[in-house]
């Protein structure tokens, strides 16, 4: 069983710089049509200061830190038996390229389901930009198979 101990364990913060050039390849790869996401002036003419981070986006910013998967092992668990339970966002306002985001992660929750046999670690993030603004939280839950 993964030790409840870990609830409200923090890590480091890193930050990572909003490019341009990234934003237009996820749109890209993602299959977003909408020139606001592409093109300077559509953003600029939609209200944006720049062109703005598409909604998902943020979770390939938070996987930027060095060994983004460390804290999986720190706590216990095996990463040949997890499984990505659930992504949640709620956005408190735009990131745009040229940002530099800072993301701040911790454990907020850790429960069994099944008598033991799953096990969730529920881990919060927060995202503020160089302004100190708070611009999103990012939750995930990682589930880990004991059976």
Same mark, same amino acid.
């Given at each position: 069983?993964?030790?409840? $101990?870990?609830?409200?364990?923090?890590?480091?913060?890193? $930050?990572?710089?909003?490019?341009?050039?990234?934003?237009?390849?996820?749109?890209?790869?993602?299959?977003? *049509? $909408?020139?606001?996401?592409?093109?300077?002036?559509?953003?600029?003419?939609?209200?944006?200061?720049?062109? %703005?981070?598409?909604?998902?986006?943020?979770?390939? !910013?938070?996987?930027?830190? %060095?060994?983004?998967?460390?804290?999986?092992? !720190?706590?216990?668990?095996?990463?040949?038996?997890?499984?990505?339970?659930?992504?949640?966002?709620?956005?408190?306002? %735009?990131?745009?390229?040229?940002?530099?985001? *800072?993301?701040?992660?911790?454990?907020?929750?850790?429960?069994?389901?099944?008598?033991?046999? !799953?096990?969730?670690?529920?881990?919060? *993030?927060?995202?503020?930009?160089?302004?100190?603004?708070?611009?999103?939280?990012?939750? $995930?839950?990682?589930?880990?198979?004991?059976?």
């Amino acid at each position: 069983m993964l030790d409840k $101990s870990h609830i409200g364990r923090t890590w480091p913060g890193h $930050s990572v710089l909003v490019e341009a050039g990234r934003l237009r390849l996820f749109a890209k790869a993602i299959g977003e *049509t $909408s020139p606001v996401y592409i093109d300077d002036a559509a953003a600029r003419r939609a209200g944006y200061r720049a062109l %703005p981070v598409p909604p998902t986006f943020l979770f390939s !910013l938070e996987l930027e830190r %060095p060994d983004p998967f460390d804290w999986l092992a !720190l706590i216990g668990m095996d990463v040949a038996r997890i499984l990505h339970g659930e992504q949640r966002f709620v956005y408190h306002r %735009p990131a745009c390229a040229g940002d530099v985001l *800072t993301f701040e992660s911790r454990i907020t929750d850790i429960y069994d389901k099944k008598n033991g046999a !799953l096990e969730f670690v529920t881990r919060e *993030t927060r995202v503020g930009n160089q302004a100190g603004e708070h611009v999103a939280d990012l939750t $995930s839950v990682i589930v880990q198979r004991n059976v």
